[in-house]
């Protein structure tokens, strides 16, 4: 239990608080604000700028109303996601993104025409596009507080309420009470150094538990992605078009293939650099590719380097579920949580219903952040509107799981740097994520309740520094969830692998839910995609 300090500087009253302000953070905002609701909207950087769309280009699973277009767009992940996605979900977000896409048009979103003067409406760059969306929530009449992150959820016997954080160019701490809170402040990639992944932690995720949510798909979360040496950029489309080469010049087979990353990382594990060059590429659509990927080029360029012509070493950042598809446990078709009022959307909810075990950069993700944006944002909405005078009569309280303090804790100091190096050194590594075995899994799970007890006991004082903190403790119950996970699909299925089980195993086709923070939990659920099937 936390001991949450009296007399916060910043105390706000909303219908709807929402804490993230990425894609699906907007939509959910711009959502909620039309059905009617007072909207709050904190963000831990500052919305628009911050998150994994902000900096980057993403395609988007656009697909038209076509019958035949729309069945091969369910099928094109669908083994590859190791059949765990569902029919019905799949073209609920299909249409809501088809919906919001062509709203974006309307809206004013700045898409490329083609010769006849149509949009092409499959792709988004994520500079203009959350400029654009944080100017609609404005417009909407959503106040935003940005630079300040939650620190943890309010509740009573009724469910969630609220929310208390801190914003960090002030130090002023903040309190919002609110009938309905929805989690959509992304995955997490362990500060792993991937683009625009700096303020993804797995805040959400351990807000979430503390409130009772249960995870799901946690062990599709070891995404690594291709990026150069000397870069932070992971926007790996581009690579289908690379040669991959050993320093010799030699070819790294299979490099290209969709095994590709295991490969590159055998190879890395054995400390041999690989190269690559994007040879491949034909020279008439070059120039596109820089229009569509600006920022990938922008590195090439400062080092002087033409990745067309040049080879340049590369490795595997680890982007987990940011790129994965686990995450918080939804309930229903409003992207509902178990726990009342409280609303998961975006990375920040498993994205299995869609994309199974396996998904990757955009296409998928940016459809399912605006449209679980847009199921969340109405249906805590109505779920606000629902509690009438109870709203103003609860009597919530704070539940972080690391106790905070307005005293500061001396030689008890949360150690956050260590603690961060510690849960880093147990999920960046290839040979204990991406490769995963029973010894290895046990391993790193036994070092990480250690380190979770270490963190229960230690004590952190509200002010700026706590979001570190959190964000150790959060990095900590994440890495948690995905290894018991792990642990219990003795299969390899999607993006999961496991050395000591290599094949898929048909009896294993379920989702595995996980929950609990002292103690961790995993069962199975069923996966409901018989339509698909047949």
Same mark, same amino acid.
């Given at each position: ?364 993700? @940016? &459809?399912? #952040?605006? *449209?679980? /944006?847009?199921? +969340? !944002? $109405?249906?805590? @909405? &109505?779920? #606000?509107? *629902?509690? /009438?005078?109870? +709203? !103003? $009569? ?6 972080? *799981? ?133």
């Amino acid at each position: 239990m936390s001991n949450p300090r009296q007399g916060n500087d910043i105390h706000l009253e909303a219908d709807v608080l929402i804490l993230g302000g990425g894609p699906a953070g907007t939509w959910a905002a711009i959502n909620a604000a039309q059905a009617g609701s007072k909207v709050i909207l904190v963000d831990k950087g500052y919305c628009g700028t911050s998150g994994a769309t902000a900096p980057s280009g993403t395609g988007v699973w656009y697909i038209n109303p076509d019958p035949s277009e729309r069945e091969k767009a369910r099928l094109s992940r669908f083994e590859l996601g190791g059949e765990l996605a569902e029919y019905d979900w799949m073209n609920r977000v299909l249409d809501q993104t088809y919906e919001n896409m062509n709203k974006l048009g309307e809206w004013g979103y700045p898409f490329p025409v083609d010769d006849e003067g149509k949009q092409y409406r499959r792709g988004l760059q994520g500079p203009e596009y959350m400029k654009l969306m944080r100017k609609l929530v404005v417009k909407a009449g959503v106040k935003i507080l940005d630079h300040s992150p939650a620190l943890e959820l309010l509740t009573d016997e009724h469910g969630v309420g609220g929310a208390r954080g801190v914003r960090t160019q002030t130090g002023e701490t903040w309190t919002v009470h609110a009938s309905a809170v929805i989690i959509a402040t992304g995955g997490c990639a362990f500060l792993s150094k991937a683009l625009g992944c700096n303020v993804l932690t797995g805040d959400g995720y351990l807000l979430a538990a503390e409130a009772g949510a249960e995870m799901s798909g946690m062990e599709f979360s070891n995404a690594y992605a291709i990026s150069p040496t000397f870069s932070s950029v992971t926007k790996t489309a581009y690579y289908r078009y690379a040669s991959f080469y050993y320093e010799d010049g030699s070819i790294v087979e299979g490099a290209g293939s969709t095994r590709g990353r295991s490969i590159i990382a055998r190879n890395l594990l054995q400390n041999r650099q690989v190269y690559a060059r994007l040879d491949q590429a034909p020279e008439d659509i070059r120039p596109l590719l820089r229009v569509g990927q600006t920022n990938f080029f922008l590195p090439f360029d400062r080092a002087g380097i033409d990745p067309f012509t040049d080879v340049f070493p590369v490795t595997l950042r680890l982007e987990g579920t940011v790129r994965g598809t686990g995450g918080i446990h939804i309930t229903d078709e409003n992207c509902a949580t178990k726990v009342a009022g409280l609303y998961a959307a975006g990375d920040a909810a498993t994205r299995e219903f869609i994309c199974g075990g396996f998904t990757g950069g955009g296409s998928h993700n @940016a &459809a399912w #952040a605006m *449209s679980s /944006g847009t199921f +969340a !944002g $109405k249906g805590a @909405a &109505a779920y #606000a509107q *629902s509690l /009438g005078s109870l +709203a !103003g $009569k609860r009597n919530l309280k704070g539940i972080s *799981s690391t106790t905070l303090t307005v005293k500061e804790t001396g030689d008890k100091a949360f150690k956050t740097e260590e603690h961060i190096r510690s849960v880093q050194q147990e999920v960046i590594p290839y040979d204990r994520n991406l490769f995963r075995t029973e010894s290895s899994l046990t391993g790193s799970l036994e070092r990480l309740d250690q380190l979770w007890k270490e963190i229960r006991e230690s004590a952190v004082p509200i002010h700026a520094g706590a979001v570190k903190a959190r964000e150790a403790a959060a990095m900590t119950a994440t890495a948690r969830w995905m290894y018991n996970s792990a642990k219990a699909r003795t299969e390899t299925r999607g993006m999961h692998k496991r050395d000591d089980f290599p094949k898929l195993d048909s009896s294993q086709h379920y989702r595995l839910v996980s929950g609990g923070l002292d103690r961790v939990w995993v069962t199975t659920t069923p996966a409901e995609n018989e339509a698909v099937l047949q």
